[in-house]
């Protein structure tokens, strides 16, 4: 593990997040940009744990726990929003929710 | 107390008047006029009172401190010299006729018209006394909101066009001031140590030439636009036009007086150095003003948009005679400010009278109204001619002192500043043509003047006519507030020690201002 | 945990606990008068628990939370403007016939959310905060779900946020990858030691800055606000303007202050351009904007951009008004949604231009209290917005940062048309025929209108007399010494 | 008796105010006797203090009302001041404007505002009263305006035609173009100074300014200059043909006799400036010599009667200026005197026709009024001779020799002036013949309907006795020498020296003097009353004459220069800039804003995914500027 630099872990993470944020740009389907968001904060979590390493300190860990934690809460909501939309829209289409706007 | 108590009747009033506006229509005006009647009546005792009251300050008739923010050093501070009692009469006076030409013309939310009308006036009578910069703001930005409501909901058809145009147009210059005093208040606590807004403390500050220059033009920018001078005058008409009659009277009465007020007495002592290096260009402002405004009157055809433009053009001598730095011209400056907005008001109060009777403004609708008309006739007569400078009523003295004093500082800009008159003459009796001489043929027969329009009119006729042929009382009283503005520009030489005791003495220089205020022996 | 820390965190742990009881109570018996009456009680309790510390020096939690001047103040500030949201919403929710007990639950939970925004001192229990503020955000938002565009709203606040955590995240990652530490001191400590900066440090703290400036809602994060404005409920939306907003102005000034940020200019340079960005952005949006809840988020954007100005003055008269500004503002906001609360009927919010019109004639107290927020939007004299502005001014000059001064300026100016322009639309004359209509029980409306009187009465109180506010603001800072 | 001073002007104010106030409700004898009365008392007073001032022979009597204002040592007082200068204004002004009052209650018996006319008449006497008896400049200005005001009233005294009120208007803004000048010289007064008070400049201004010093010829310019505007001269001279639209006594008593002579009080009053001054006096001179050219080849061509008598007075006016000019003051003031007795009878004259002809004015309309107006036709026939200075009997001779003579022998008079003098006589000769021949020889064309009544007989009587007598107080030296008037003027107009080497033969010039009037008599008589002969008919048909004619007619194209240097340019100016382009700048900001706004809103689409783009981009851009060294 120590002779992997913290900047390859680092280099992988944020590749990992540029992924998920391209991915989040180019698609339309809903659930797929959540899914999207999940990778990068995933990436983010990557990046901490990287970071403890680097420290040796288990901080580090504890905000990787905590950023589960919370993608689990918001997928949960997020996935009940998404049913009441498309109960709503017909589509998963995110450009169909375009009704505000100006 | 007694300013307190000013400000207090015409606040208690308008909410009261707004309170009785629920119960009846009456009422609110019998408040208001009440008030307003209160308050003028307590202006003319302190003026009659005044040679006893020489014990105060310096030439300070009265004064009334009591800390507001103390954290900031903002207080509560007003203080009555002959220049704001003078405006303060004028206020009153123009309060009263504005009420009472609203009597019939208004008959929507009247209790709601008259709480507007009297906060309008307690804001200007506010600025007119108060010497605390922060509270200057204040009340410079109370008496807006009030105006702003008098134009939008009792105006003419553009109406709110002409609304946000005045909130907009003042707003705007209202805030640079606003920096300007927040810089002003900086600079003067980091030389000096004390943070505070009082104007006699502020009133000494040295500044390198170049931060007294930018100050200044935050505090030109706000007068200069309520003035107004040209090219910002843009605001004006339409407001002008657009208000009710008591609007239009107390914008043009009183409202861009409170621009030249501020000249006198924040721009010029507070700045001296920056103010003389920018004397010529503000008084070529003052001339194209006279006679571009001079020109728009000449062809308008909206009467009130006509009288609107004629301030335009009469208030361009106020700057000229202001960048004049001399007693002549700021005297008639003052002169200007109280005869212009009796002359200019009566304008507007006629208007008004003819707007009731044929529902237009537009004087080519208008005509040979004289045959039935002929005691408005002869009023219009008198208003006409005070507006064109005629001697012998109050706007000839006004004009013809400040040309004097701004002649002493520059020849040519008074040359084409008193060609204005000529142009003065074209526009003005293009009024007189247009409405009462004429052809009566194709006009309905108007009732003339009824006993409450006379009552508005005639204490004008006779008032104006009174500074026309003596306008001593009210040179005197003005004239201890005109050698002190004047204090840094009179005697140079002597302004230099009195820079140095400032520093020394800091904490109290109200000493010094008191100093300053004796070197003039009134005769 | 010690007693003291307890007793330091109790305001917290009474949010908590009477978030915990709500939910108790929902699972016995459906009461919305009972619900909304616990809440108030929570509420005042907190406040209660908060009073009795408010004397207090600096006081570490290690090593998450910091109880200083500024964390009671916001503490304060935001559990009366909670309070002040509770109060309205009853009227609200109770001509709304969905389940309306949930809602005081989330409302709790985003509270306490922000309250350890507030307090924090560490990237865990600033994340925290965050985070359990957001997800309670995404619910109350979308939790009119009959109504479709609180769907929408509620869809898109969540997408963003997450996303903008994403990028929050990755910077904090990236910043204690190279300073080895999560707390904000430590942060500051190690910048002050360390000569130069690092790439991957400076990435870091522009990627917070992304997830920061979503949050605050500035440009070039704004786009979501007016949506979102416009989707949620009208107490919601008060609630967003304020509260949220409010939690994370608090945050970042502790943090930027602990961590040094005013020592590099290139952060300056970031929020000088961030700020003169939202105010145009924002005062041009709102232009000729119809709908009154997209205006008003409109608003708040140049707002925050104008909050910013004395968030860079930086030195103590800046935190000083930077407080102020808030107080002002969410009484003002809270005023405005307010009354668009009140108007609302069962079907929609008001927040059509014309469903304002004249009503100057037919609601006129109503049209006072909104006429009096507008002003004080606009920062007119009389008002809290005045002085809030004055402040700010006050404060920019001070720091001699003359561009934002006369930005601001300018922005004012802009700003005002649009501002008036509600008023004008108020007192024009009302349409000649309108079907009254079907209002509740007037008791209902009792809670609402007084709390709708109190905060017109403390925004005139705050604008002539602003000396109680601001000796309290003054005495709260002196135990937080912004650097500088 | 000199502390009644200033009822002189008093009395004319308060009737003015009375009538102002109440005439509408006054019984139009009572209107009538108020305004003449009060005119009459101050003409009384005028005759007593005058009395007292001849037998006692002061300076002055000087009389403070009240001080008008006190400013930075700046003290006009509404003081009076009555030298003899001012007591013959004074007197010419109470006495004939009395005369003219009482015609006019005959004259305007049948006019609806009959007290609106009285008020405005008396404050015009009073205004008058006020400048040639001011003591200050200042007031002097104040009655100088005040009587512009009553003349524009009075000229649009008919207000109901449209055109009587564009004359007013006209007559008032050029005045006031005069006006200005004066204002400035005012101001450059006062600052060379200190005060405005007349004599006290009077005395400081040869000790301040040398002789010819640019300061003072710069002043004397500025006060022709209201002077020139007041009097009618050139180049302000196109109002005052048109100031005929008002009634005809006005035309007489302002028009004619008083208010047209300001000017050559003016520059009397302040005779020391322009003495300082040679350009100055020069150009009085000129604008006077040539004034009197153009008006009266003007007059020559006319066929409004009133026109003609209205260029006429110009013309007359060009002498005393001309009189000024060569530093024949006390000639000058005489001619005014004279002028004032004759023209006022002459247009009082025109207005008994006028209104026996029912408000018919044009000549060519009259004829044969010989027989049915015989007192008119005397009188006018007096006024005419006057006017045309026949040469012994009557008072305009006296006057205008005096003028011809000072205008070559004076030691600023020169041949040209005096050349130009003497054409000028010899066209007054003819123009007022013309005029008398027309209107009251040949057939009658139009009926006689309304034969003056006494209360306007009586006046003319009255005046046509003055246009005789009045000349003979002041009598050539070498023809009996009588010298009341210039000694009478003595203190306070320096006399004049004469060229000796031509002061010999002055007889032979006297003599051309009233030779070139007799002969214009008789070109008058061959032209306008014998039946013209081919050759007279062929020089009146060419076609060159008819140019001339045309030329001259149309008053020398002044009002159409005016009309297209000044009048329509500013009118073009005014009406493209109704609507302020300036307002158009702010109107663009607005604009601009809108537009921003629009832009911007497309911004806000309502698409999640570019909400997004957004945060990336607002990231990106982040993190450029701060990774960017």
Redesign the interface.
Known sequence: MTNIPMEAGLLLAGILFTLGLISVLIRRNIIFMLISVEIMLNAAGLAFIVAATRWAQPDGQVMFIFILTMAAAEVSVGLALILQLHHQLKTLDSDAANKMFG | MILAWILIILMAGGVLAWIAGRLNTTLPRWIALVATFACLCMTVYLWIELPASTDAVGNWIMRFQTPWIPQWGISFHLALDGLSLLMLLLTFFLGILAILTSWREIDTKVGFFHFNLLWVLAGISGVFLTMDLFLFYFFWEVMLIPMYFLIGIWGHENRTYAAYKFFIFTQASGLLMLLSILGLYFVHGYSTGVYTFNYFELVGTSFAPEVGALLMAGFLAAFLVKLPVVPFHSWLPDAHSQAPTAGSVILAGLLLKTGAYGLLRFVIPMFPDAAQAFAPWAMLLGVIGILYGAILAFSQTDLKRLVAYTSVSHMGFVILGVFAFNELALQGVIMQMITHGLSTGALFLLAGFLYDRLHTRDIRKMGGFWTSVPKMGVIALVFVMASLGLPGLGNFIAEFLTLVGSWQANNWLTVFATLGLVAATAYSLRIMQKIFLGNTANHPALADLSLRELMIAVPLVVLILWLGLYPQPVLNTARASVTEQLQAYTNPKVAEPAQAMLQTEASDSLTIHTLKGRTYEPK | MSRNDLLYLMPLLVLAGGAILNMLLVAVKRTHKIMYVLTILVHIGALLALYNIKNITAYTVYPLFILDGLAVFNLGLILLTSLAVTLLSYAYFEQREERKEEYYILLLLATLGACVLVISRHFASFFLGLEVLSVSLYSLIAYLRTRERSDEAGIKYLILAAFSSAFLLFGMALVYAVSGTMEFSGIGNYLSSSRELDTLLLTGFGLMIVGIGFKLGVVPFHMWAPDVYQGAPAPVTAFIATVSKGGMVALLIRFFSQAGGYRYPDMLLIFTIIAIASMFAGNLLALRQKNIKRLLAYSSISHLGYLLVAFLAGNKLGVEAVSFYLVAYFITSLGAFGVVTILSDKDRDADKLRDYRGLLWRRPVTAAIFIAMLLSLAGIPLTAGFVGKFYLLAAGVNTQLWLLVVMLVINSVIGLYYYIKVIAVMFAQPNAKREPRKLLHPVFYLTSGSTMMVLALLLVWVGINPNGLMQLIHGLLDTFIAAR | MENLLWLIPALPFAGALLL?LFG?RMPRNLVAILGAGSVGISALITLLIGFQFLSARPDFYVQQV???????G?TPG?AFHLDALSLVFVFVVTFVGFLIHVYSAGYMADEEDFA?FFACMNLFVGSMLMLVLADNL?LL??G???VG?CS??LI?FW????A???A??KA??IT??G??AM??G???L??TFGTLNIQAILSEAPQTWPIGSQMAVLVAFLLLGGAVGKSGQLPLQTWLPDAMAGPTPVSALIHAATMVTAGVYLIARTNVIFELAPAAMLAVAIIGAVTLLIAGCTALTQYDLKRVLAYSTISQIGYMFLALGVGAWSAGIFHFMIHAFFKALLFLCAGAIIIALHHEQDMRQMGGLRRALPVVFWTFLIGAASLAALPLVTAGFYSKDQILWYALAGERGNVWLYLAALVGAFITAIYTFRMVFITFYGEAKTHVSHPPGMVMVVPLIILAILSIVGGFIELPHNFAHLTLFSDLLQPVLPGIAVDETIGESEWMFQLLAAGVALVGVFLAYLFFYARRTAFEESIARSSLAMAIRQFWFSGWGFDKLYDTLFVRP??Y???I??N?I??S??NGLAAF??S???G??Q?????????????????I???T???LP
């Open positions: 102002i509408r009240w001080t008008w204002f006190d400013v930075a700046f509404i609106r200042l200005y104040l100088w305006e005040g005001l524009y009233l649009g207000y109901k035609n449209p009587n009120g564009y007013a208007r008032f803004i006031r173009v006006d200005t204002a400035i005012l101001f450059i006062f600052q500013f009118v100016l005014a009406n800039n109704k302020d300036i307002d700048v702010y804003a809108r921003v706004n629009k911007l809103s911004t806000q689409s309502g698409i999640m995914r570019w909400y997004m783009m957004g945060v990336v981009v607002g990231a851009l982040i993190l500027i701060s990774l």
